[in-house]
């Protein structure tokens, strides 16, 4: 081998087919986003992305720089071994199984947030931390569900509030 020439290694070795199609499968965001009950539009906004460009990096076969994978990972607080797709490893626990208990991980992070003074609601969210890390140790590095957003305020629920609401239509839901 001349000292110039560098060893190539085929793309083919890091992806996989994509069924029923002839193309490869370099990860697997778009699934893990749906698992997590994510919409399009919210992963966009974490992404600083438009909701076109998030389709299409989401596709699996499209190969993302680790920049974007980066991004990705943060987006989507899973480690990055996780959206890339490996032939020779095969999950311990299902994907969706796993994408479970990080929401009920996220939850629990959540609550011990704002459980505040209250030592029995503190107690029982720790003991249900220590069980869910027993189950899955990787998930001491979940955080909380995110707190974006505000109150709103009258005026930002439009006409809906100024609008009488009928009682028969109460009465009707009701029987």
């Known amino acids: 081998m001349k000292a110039d020439s560098v060893p190539t290694t085929s793309t083919q070795e ?4 994509v069924p029923g199609t ?7 965001i778009a699934e893990i986003r749906k698992t997590q009950c994510l919409s399009l539009a919210g992963i966009a906004k974490r992404l600083g992305v438009d909701v076109p460009t998030a389709r299409e990096q989401e596709n699996p076969s499209s190969n993302l720089t680790l ?6 990972q943060e987006a989507l607080d899973l480690p ?3 959206l890339l797709v490996d032939p020779d490893t095969i999950p311990d626990m299902p994907v969706k199984v796993r994408a479970k208990l990080i929401r009920v991980m996220k939850t629990v992070q959540s609550l011990m947030e704002f ?5 029995s ?6 003991t249900l931390y220590s069980q869910l890390t027993d189950i899955m140790p ?3 590095e979940i955080s909380a569900w995110p707190s ?4 709103r305020e009258q005026k930002d629920y439009g006409q809906a509030v100024h609008r009488r609401f009928d009682p028969g239509v109460e009465r009707r839901l009701m029987e």
């Open 67 to 72: 920049e974007q994978l980066y991004r990705w």
């Open 115 to 119: 459980s505040g003074e209250n030592e």
């Open 121 to 126: 609601i503190t107690y029982l969210l720790q």
């Open 14 to 17: 890091f992806s996989l087919p």
């Open 148 to 151: 974006i957003g505000r109150s």
């Open 22 to 28: 002839g193309r490869v499968c370099y990860h697997r």
């Open 138 to 140: 990787e998930l001491k």
């Open 80 to 82: 990055v071994a996780e």
